[in-house]
Each structure stands twice: as C-alpha cells, then as structure tokens.
C-alpha cells in the first residue's frame, strides 16, 4: 500500500493550508488514519487521527485550529489546519494502519509546511 501526501507549502501566520492524502493499492480496510509532524531536530509527534469508527483524536498544540476528516470511498485523510502558527512548522506526513493481504503500517513520504511571514 502507497501514500501520496500534498497541500504543504509557504503561508503566512494565521492563514491556513489543507493537506491530502491517498492511499493506492489492493485495500481491505483501514482501522486508522492519521498526521505525524516532525520539526528539524525534533521528534515525529502525532498531530490528529481518526479512526474507521469516526473517533479522532488530536495534539494539545493543534485542537482547536487543525481538523482531520478522511473520505472512505477515496482512500483519503485530510487535515484543514487554521489559524497557523510558525511553531506549526515542520514536515508532516500521513500513516495508514490497515489490511491489504496482511496487516500493514504505511507512510507517505512527508510534505514540509512552513509558517512564515
């Protein structure tokens, strides 16, 4: 199973970017969608999920401001972040947990944001 993230980019303090997801490949089910983000020289923190059910979770730092939605019939997690800050800046990625012919853990291959003015 393949992820294809995009959306990042440049924007300005309290604007606002969207970023896409999606996954390809022979997909049975997927239990859990969700955003990591990795700052230089920092750790990959988990942002928001949300899972098959619907329940989504999300960081202290983003609640709030950022919003994961997912599109079953595409294979497709979202996250609308609002209100950036520069501190929001960082290489985010995508992560899909589900089954194809096994149990998989996918990673998309990370698209940077910055919050800059």
């Known amino acids: 199973v393949q992820l294809q993230a995009s959306g990042g980019g440049l924007v300005q303090p309290g604007g606002f970017l969207r970023l896409s997801c999606a996954a390809s490949?022979?997909?049975?089910?997927?239990?859990?969608m969700a955003w990591y983000r990795q700052a230089p020289g920092k750790q990959r923190d988990l942002v928001a999920e949300?899972?098959?059910?619907?329940?989504?979770y999300y960081a202290d730092s983003v609640k709030g401001r950022f919003t994961i939605s997912r599109d079953s019939t595409k294979n497709t997690v979202y996250l609308l972040m609002n209100s950036l800050k520069p501190e929001d800046t960082a290489v985010y990625y995508c992560?899909?947990?589900?089954?194809?012919?096994?149990?998989?853990?996918?990673w998309g291959q990370g698209t940077q944001v910055t919050v800059s003015s």
């Open positions: 992560n899909v947990d589900g089954t194809s012919f096994k149990d998989f853990s996918s």
């Open positions: 490949g022979t997909i049975f089910s997927i239990r859990r």
């Open positions: 949300i899972t098959s059910g619907g329940s989504t």
